[in-house]
Structures are given as C-alpha cells and as structure tokens.
C-alpha cells in the first residue's frame, strides 16, 4: 500500500506518517523543504520521541521524500498509483497543492482505481476546501465520473506537536495523545485502513470540539501568555491569571458546545481538564510563537475565537472570555510573523470598527465588533 502525505513538518512527521508507517503504508512525504527532502532521501528511518517520563520512542521506516515542484514527474506517478493522499501543509496552503493533486487525479479517470484524500489541517472541514480548489481543474463531466472513486472525507487531527530542535532534523519530539477522527460519510469507495484512527459519522461534533477547545484555550494560553511576556506555552500556563482565562474561555465554549452536540457535561469537562493538563506537559516546551502563529487565519470568521464567539453571541450570550482572547490576539505584534505584522498594518490604517470587519469578516455594525472594540479601547 502506497500512500502520499503533502507537508514533511511536525504533524506529517509526527503523527500522520507514524500511523500510516504503522498500518502499512509506504509513505510518500512530498514537501517544498529542501534541505528536508534531501533528508528524507538519504534517511532510511526517523525516530518519534514522547513527551513523557517513560521516555519510549518510534522509529519509522519505509519512507521517502519528493520536492513538490522539483520531482513533480515523481510525485505524479506516485499520486497515480497511490490509495490515500493526506496533507498537513496549513490550510492556507491547500489551494497550492490542489493542481499537482488535480493533474493526477485527471490521469487517473481512465483507470478509476479508488483512492481517498484526506486533509488534517486545524479547521472546519479542511478536505472540502481542498476538493473545491481540485475540482477547479475539471469539467462538470470529469467530476462526476471522478467522483465515482475518488473519495474527500473531512477529518480532525490533534497531538501537539512543538517545533522540534532535536540533532537528527527528522526526528519529532510528541506528546503521547493523539487522536485522528475521520468522516466515514465522505467515502464513496473503500475505507482505507489505517490503525489508530477513529472513523465516526458525527465529525462536525468532534471536528468543533477538538478545535473550539483544544485550539481555543491554546490560543487562550498563547496570545495572555504574550500580552504577559512568557516564551513557552508551559510558563504561561503556571501564571495564575493565564490559567483563569484559558479555563474562563473553556466554559463558554463548552456551553456552546455541550448544548450544540449534546455531549455530557462531565464528559466535557473531562475532556476540557486533559486538554489543559496537555498543554502543562512539563516534558514539553512549545514556543508561544508557534501557537499564536497566524493571527489573521485565528481570527477569522470560521476560525477558534471569531466563530464560537459569534455562535454564543446569536444565542444571546455574552462571551466575555473569548472577547478578551480576541482582544489579545489583537495586540499581538511578533515581528517574526508576517501575519501579526499584517494585523498591526490593519489596525493601524483604519478606524477600528472597518479594521476589525476587515480581519473577522464580520459587518462593521456587528454587535460583536462593538463588544471587542470596547474591551480593545479598555
Ligand atoms: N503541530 C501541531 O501541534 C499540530 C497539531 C494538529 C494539527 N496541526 C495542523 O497541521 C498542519 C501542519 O502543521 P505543522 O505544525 O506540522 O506545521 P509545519 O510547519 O511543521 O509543517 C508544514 C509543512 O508543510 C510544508 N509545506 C508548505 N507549503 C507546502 C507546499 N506548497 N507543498 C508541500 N509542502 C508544503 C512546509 O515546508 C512544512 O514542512 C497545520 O494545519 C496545523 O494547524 C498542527
Ligand atoms: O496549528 P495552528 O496554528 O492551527 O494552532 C496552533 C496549535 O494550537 C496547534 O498546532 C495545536 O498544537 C494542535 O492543534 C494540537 O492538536
């Protein structure tokens, strides 16, 4: 079994290739890194380290690594022949991997052979927005012969995962817990086989739950743990105050949550209080830059913060917690990040309420707007 994974970084590494080595894949990592490629190339194995006192390892075999535009005649035999393509490229970055995908895909409407596509990125239904940048590239008729054998399931994927400063620079340092959920719904053909991975029929639950909490009270820790000068989401989450506001944001979004998807109360609150003791991993360092990346996508109307937030507030509620996230992210002003650099320029070069539309997509008279532009001003 054949499969090719988009994004050689620290989820493909250190999640979505360990499994699929693990259920028997030999696993195409195609990248635009190449340095990392070269890599991948001349190494016949890597090793996953865990986050834990235990201290056991993974080693992963049965890989190699093409460069996405410099090997593309590879990579395209490679995605005619393969079952499953996967990325973790950012979901920013979907739409420039959609053509190669596309123009294998097209190559493949003779033979019609099954094969499944499966964006693990951090947001809603990632494949979809994969698909829609493939179908592009086809004619209606196209389509609806390739929908036939072509599969796009959404998914959710979660482990945290540090930018990594090992010796070996494929060797990925992961916390223990993992989970990939996988929508059994967007298979037309065959279901592949991949050990560890949970398929459901339900993934808008687990896909909101995983990213409104998981990612929610980690841009929660990142962007007070900014604003109060630590380095490491491990610091801030020993200072007082950041810990109330990441439990504070935690309960709103579990409301909405709990009442949304009906999950049990001590269940979620559960799940809420690993999540938290997750980002404390003490074996862990994971750099406040790293999770607070992309303010301008965190920001967004279909994103962690903006989205919840709006939901609550069409419920009539007030989320004063996730208002005063957003308001964090606001003011973050990393230099190392274009995307922070961006948010300042918005900020800067118009009135608040038309910045603020700008960055969530919200009308500028949205009562939301008027709520985060009070507690900005505060
Ligand atoms: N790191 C985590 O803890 C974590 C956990 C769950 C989900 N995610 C999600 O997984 C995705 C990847 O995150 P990451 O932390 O692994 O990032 P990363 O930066 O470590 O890896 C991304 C990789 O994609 C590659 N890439 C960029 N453009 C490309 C292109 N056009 N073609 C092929 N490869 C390209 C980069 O070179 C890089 O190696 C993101 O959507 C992220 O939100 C991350
Ligand atoms: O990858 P991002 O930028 O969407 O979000 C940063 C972190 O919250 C994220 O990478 C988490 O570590 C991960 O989603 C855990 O599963």
Redesign the pocket.
Known sequence: MKAVH???????R??IGQLLFNSGYEVVF????EE?IQQLKAQSSYTIYYAEEEKRSFEVTNFTGLH?NHDKNELLSALKETELITT????P?LK??APVIAEALKLRLSERKSVAVIA????VN?TDTLKEHIAAAFDEQEWKQLSQFVSFPNAA???????QSLENPLDVLVEPFYEWTIDTSGFTGPVPVIEGAHFVDNLSAYIERKLYTVNTGHAAAAYHGYAAGYETVQEAMQDEQVLAEVKNVLLETGDLLIGKYSFHPEEHQSYIETTIYRYQNPELSDQIT?VARQPLKKLGLKERLTSPAVQLFEQGKHPAALIRVITAALRYNETSDEEALELQKILAEQPLPEALSKITSLSADHALIKEIEKQYQR
Not at 88 to 91: E, I, K, N, Q, S
Not at 157 to 163: L, M, Q, T
């Open positions: 988009f994004g050689a970084g620290n989820i493909g250190g999640f195609a990248d635009v890194n990392l996405s973790a490229v950012g979901a970055v420039h991997i693990c990125e951090n947001a990632a994927v979660d482990r945290i995962v540090p930018i790293r």
